[in-house]
């Protein structure tokens, strides 16, 4: 039996894991917590014996959102940032499979343009049709990750916009595309042969995977 645990990293844990490694490595630094979190602030004891503050879960939140909105910039405008020793995060052009059911997806954005009808079977108003994207390639966010332990435990998800697809990493970047329409070609495209080759290869490690699983006597 396979247990997935997936457990969502925010800003706060990054603070709290950073500031333990901080004091780890200065004793005679002093934490404080604050509003629930963890050594909020971080104090040292300067020549005259009065403590100052080195740092605080507030200067280090504003610098990583500043580092975070450059980044999103960079990558809307079709580069790569590099995560130090965890690869490098980029916007891609994947060719659409239109025969993967996976990859039939709605445009909303279309749909709701539509007057809503009653349906008798559903007892609810509803759009006449769903009309879904036609264009031959589809745009994402991807995380190309480097050589890094339990790289498949790991998943980077860029926030979602609302139901009108504005706000968040992908609102800004479907926004962006929408604006200039060449931008898509600035992207890295990954053509049906890559995607195909990459899910053979997934399919070919699970079935060793079980198979191990299997002989050491684990279902």
């Given at each position: 039996?396979?247990?997935?645990?997936?457990?969502?990293?925010?800003?706060?844990?990054?603070?709290?894991?950073?500031a333990k490694r901080m004091l780890d490595a200065n004793p005679?630094?002093?934490?404080?917590?604050?509003?629930?979190?963890?050594?909020f602030y971080i104090y040292k004891r300067n020549k005259?014996?009065?403590?100052?503050?080195?740092?605080?879960?507030?200067?280090?939140?504003?610098?990583?959102?500043?580092?975070?909105?450059r980044a999103k910039v960079e990558i809307i405008k079709g580069k790569a940032v590099s995560i130090?020793?965890?690869?490098?995060?980029?916007?891609?052009r994947v060719e659409r499979d239109f025969r993967s059911k996976r990859q039939k997806m709605v445009d909303w954005g279309k749909t709701r343009q539509q007057t809503k009808i009653w349906s008798e079977e559903k007892q609810r108003m509803v759009y006449p049709k769903l009309v879904f994207f036609t264009s031959?390639?589809?745009i994402?966010?991807?995380?190309?990750?480097?050589t890094i332990r339990n790289n498949?435990?790991?998943?980077f998800r860029p926030t979602e916009g609302n139901k009108f697809n504005t706000g968040g990493f992908t609102g800004e970047i479907s926004s962006a595309l929408n604006e200039d329409?060449?931008?898509?070609?600035?992207?890295?495209?990954?053509?049906?042969?890559?995607?195909?080759?990459?899910?053979?290869?997934?399919?070919?490690?699970g079935a060793q995977y079980t198979q191990k699983l299997e002989e050491n006597g684990i279902s």
């Open positions: 039996m396979r247990v997935k645990v997936k457990a969502n990293h925010c800003v706060k844990h990054i603070w709290e894991a950073y005679t630094y002093r934490g404080k917590r604050h509003n629930k979190i963890s050594n005259e014996g009065k403590l100052e503050e080195v740092i605080s879960y507030t200067t280090f939140r504003a610098i990583v959102e500043r580092f975070f909105d130090n020793g965890c690869g490098r995060i980029c916007a891609k031959s390639d589809w994402r966010i991807a995380w190309y990750k480097s498949s435990y790991y998943e329409k060449l931008l898509r070609y600035q992207y890295l495209y990954v053509p049906l042969s890559v995607t195909a080759a990459r899910r053979q290869r997934s399919r070919e490690f």
